[in-house]
């Protein structure tokens, strides 16, 4: 980060009290992390899951810290030469400078949430961008009310255009990351079962990914998917609005076609890319969203066709004789289905599922994983080898089914030797699809 404050400044900014001896020194960045600070730099002591940075401020004033932002009553006394801004909340002071940060550049913001596939359209529309300006996103899991303010404060004068993903695990966390970001251009992408265990129900889960609304700038562009059923209600929205699907009426339509296509105002694009359906959906809510922010169709196309792949999403890999379908960055009920229906599609054999717990679905756990039997047996997988405590009720309810050769253990090495001698003997499709938590992605090490 480049800030141009003063630590004057950021007490206004922040509201918090500050104990300097020049309120008018320059703030241009900070640190969070004890052990990468040096001296003369700013410490910003925040408490996470499992740490309080508080507990390292005298460690970090011995190593030389020149600011020490903290919470009131929790900042131990400090030398004279060492500035201390006070703040109520140490977080919410961090987020209130990111969203100063943010309005105060003029940079064109789309921010993208849903349950499903919003790392891929945000991947996808970062990948456009950068053909229209220079652009900034968040990486990796920086999509929280920790990691979007850090995000954030990334811009520069340089950057014309953002892509910010938002994610949710609980109701408010929206309305929290996506007020910070003020977006030009917000995109959802769908409504389904994820998080369960704090959203409970999807009635829940709509209400928070739709929090995003509220959020938008003044005169921004709403994107969403008119394909989602619980979507379809925001067509009443009285605001501007782009509508993306296979559904004729959605505002852009993507065709059927082997390369991917859609209409847009009554005329055709057509992109020189393949994608599955799914990925169909991620990009034409990434072309909606450029089109809002004034992005020229060309750069759109550049963009998409020089789009490359997160790893462990639906990522293709080939080892002997085995096509590896890598897919173990998360796992919910419409990601697996998904998965098992391009598994399904496949024309190698034998067709081989490697599955584990898809993680956070609270009461309705053991109902979704039952219903994992059912798309294995749809999408007439060979083989399953199932992995984890919830999905022994996967692995129970096709006991009675001969059709696919089920292979249960609490953890992977139950089953390990086995898959490995079936993939030496026979290769095949071999597709892995796990939650985060399941280090599904290791298995490919063993095998």
Known sequence: ??????????????????HAKTSQAPFRSFVTDSRVLAKGDAFWALKGRNHDAHDFIKEVVNKGASVIIGEKGRIPSVPDGVAVLEVEDSLKALQALAKYHRLNSAIKIAAVTGSNGKST????????????GETVANTGNFNNQFGVPFS?????PKHELGVFELGASHPGDIAETAGLAVPDVAVITNISAAHLEFFKDLETVY??????????????????NLDDEMLR??????GKSISFGFSPNAD???LDTDNFSFTYKNEAYVIDVQLQRHDKLNAAAACAAAIALGIFMDEIKKGLMSYTPMPMRMERLHKGQTDFI?????????SMQNALEILGREAGSPRIAVLGDMKELGDSSKNYHRLVARWLLDNKADYAFLAGEEMKYAADALKEDTSVTVFYGATPQAWLKDLKKLLDKRGGIC??????????EKLLKEI
Not at 2 to 18: E, F, H, N, R, V
Not at 233 to 238: H, I, S, T, V
Not at 431 to 440: D, H
């Open 207 to 224: 209400r928070t990914k739709t929090e995003i609304v509220s959020c938008i700038a003044p005169g921004g562009t709403l994107v969403y």
């Open 1 to 18: 980060m480049k800030l141009s404050l003063t630590l004057s400044k950021l007490a206004s900014i922040t509201g918090g009290t500050l």
């Open 431 to 440: 597709l892995l699809k796990a939650s985060r938590g399941m280090q599904f």
């Open 252 to 254: 852009l339509h993507i």
């Open 121 to 132: 359209t945000k991947q996808m529309l970062k990948s456009i961008c950068a053909q229209a």
């Open 326 to 334: 890598l897919d173990c960055y998360n796992a919910n009920p419409a």
């Open 233 to 238: 209600r925001l067509e009443a929205y009285k």
């Open 152 to 156: 954030l404060l990334e811009i520069q």
